[in-house]
């Protein structure tokens, strides 16, 4: 298979031939039918005379019987004519050979040609039947009317065959001929010289964009390629860069993914196991205590796996949706009578302000729950004790409007839409004495999303943050 340079330089090389060949091969026959128009035309003009002569003698004798009667008679007839013809310079020498008046001689060669041609020309009746001349040269002549008082009386042929023409004519049109086939090489020649630089400029830019593309797929995102121009290439190369610069944000995105997956999934197992081999060892003792402190990590760490699990098939767009008509009143307050004692555990005054009568929103019950459960449970380990959680609904045109509030701490407000990354924390130390590994957000969000709706954090008049989630009203 051709390289791509290879394949450029003969596709330009095969349009010019073709190009230049139907360029020759038009203007030559174009130029050789037009120019053997032309002598003929000329020749036909050369031969007025004769005809008016020839009329003449229609005109006098009333038929073309001498010319039949007699087969000498048509040889002399034309050379007397012609001889007449050159001795009062009716026409040009070099179209009336015969004896010249005066010593004035034409040219050998011009007065053979001419001979030649006369010598040919035959004489028809109207009914196109030969009166005098060659039978042989019926064929391929051009047929001249013979009139007398507008009647059709007879016709004068004309030879049309190149061989019978001029030589210096026919010497001339070889000539243009030649010339032309010379242009034709000459430009073929310049298209076959002009092709290799060109094919090289077009597919330098071209290679250079694959050598580019190469270079990102082994993972070298931070290369750029800068090409001059404002085409479709250029434009390209900008969105190659554009590319490869979001590839290396996945991959340090990625990369950070799975250095905080393992530490989030290293830190409980770790201190699981530590608990364990102190049991084993007698240093603890296995009492109610202990295993609750067992059980604790275990939760947590189940708790994280179904968070990944759950953010995995939100990303695949395998997480089901089982939707149905369902009161958000109701779901908000069961989360309510649940969440009232961990928050006085805590330390937390929580209020819930939950408008009377029914919500109705189409969604997937367990999924809202879920979505609910998290922003709850985010405010209840985050929040600093003492401190105040508010959790409020409002009902406007089209949509229900929930919205969380908490006292301190808060979080800066360039960092309010990063909450919503994977594994984000605002704190730096990730004391998991302050919650969880960082995915409940990523997952409110994705859930939000699947319900239509909208979710977004801003700072909270209690201090901390205030996280305001919409949902559409059902018209079911």
């Known amino acids: 298979m051709f390289k791509l340079r290879t394949q450029f330089f003969l596709a330009l090389l095969a349009t010019s031939a073709v190009l230049t060949g139907a360029l020759y091969a038009f203007f030559s026959f174009s130029f050789e039918r037009g120019f053997w ?117 007879g016709y004068l042929g004309m030879p049309l065959n190149p061989a019978l023409r001029d030589l210096h004519d026919a010497e001339f049109a ?19 010289l002009s092709a290799l630089p060109l094919s090289h400029f077009l597919t330098k830019r071209i290679h250079a964009l694959v050598q580019h593309i190469k270079q990102l797929s082994q993972g070298q995102y931070d290369n750029k390629i800068h090409l001059k121009g404002e085409d479709e290439l250029t434009t390209l190369a900008e969105h190659l860069n554009d590319l490869g610069h979001s590839l290396q944000q996945s991959e340090q995105a990625r990369r950070r993914w799975v250095a905080d997956i393992s530490h989030e999934l290293r830190t409980p197992l770790a201190v699981l196991q530590a608990d364990i081999e102190a049991l084993e060892d007698g240093v603890r003792a296995l009492d109610q205590k202990a295993l609750a402190r067992l059980q604790q990590h275990t939760r947590r760490l189940t708790n994280l796996v179904d968070d990944l699990y759950d953010l995995s098939l939100t990303d695949i767009g395998a997480l ?32 819930a302000h939950l408008p009377p009568g029914d919500a109705p929103v189409f969604g997937d019950p367990q999924r809202l729950h879920q979505l609910f459960l998290n922003l709850l449970q985010n405010s209840l380990n985050y929040t600093q004790a003492p401190g105040n959680v508010r959790l409020q609904m409002h009902r406007e045109e089209h949509h229900f409007l929930i919205t969380l509030d908490d006292s301190a701490p808060g979080v800066d407000d360039s960092l309010h839409e990063k909450l919503f990354e994977r594994l984000y924390r605002a704190e730096s130390s990730r004391n998991r004495a302050t919650g969880g590994a960082g995915l409940g957000l990523t997952l409110c969000r994705n859930i939000v999303e699947a319900h239509e709706g909208t979710i977004h954090i801003t700072h909270s008049q209690l201090g901390g943050l205030t996280v305001t989630v919409t949902l559409p009203i059902s018209r079911a």
């Open 174 to 192: 070889g000539d243009q001929t030649t010339n032309m086939a010379l242009i034709a090489v000459a430009a073929f020649l310049f298209a076959l």
């Open 320 to 351: 089901t949706y089982r939707k149905q008509a369902c009161d958000l009143h109701e779901l908000l307050q069961e989360l309510v009578n649940i969440m009232q004692p961990r928050f006085e555990n805590a330390g937390l005054a929580f209020v």
């Open 37 to 153: 128009h032309y002598i003929e035309q000329k020749e036909i003009a050369r031969a007025a005379p004769l005809i008016e002569k020839l009329e003449q003698h229609y005109q006098e004798h009333g038929n073309w019987d001498w010319f039949r009667s007699n087969p000498e008679a048509w040889p002399d007839y034309l050379t007397v004519f012609m001889m007449d013809n050159f001795r009062s310079r009716r026409l040009p020498p070099d179209a009336l050979p015969g004896t010249p008046p005066d010593g004035m001689a034409p040219p050998i060669n011009v007065s053979r040609r001419v001979s030649a041609l006369f010598r040919a020309v035959v004489l028809l009746d109207k009914e196109q039947n030969l009166v005098a001349g060659d039978p042989r040269m019926r064929r391929d002549i051009y047929r001249h009317k013979l009139q007398v008082n507008s009647r059709t009386v």
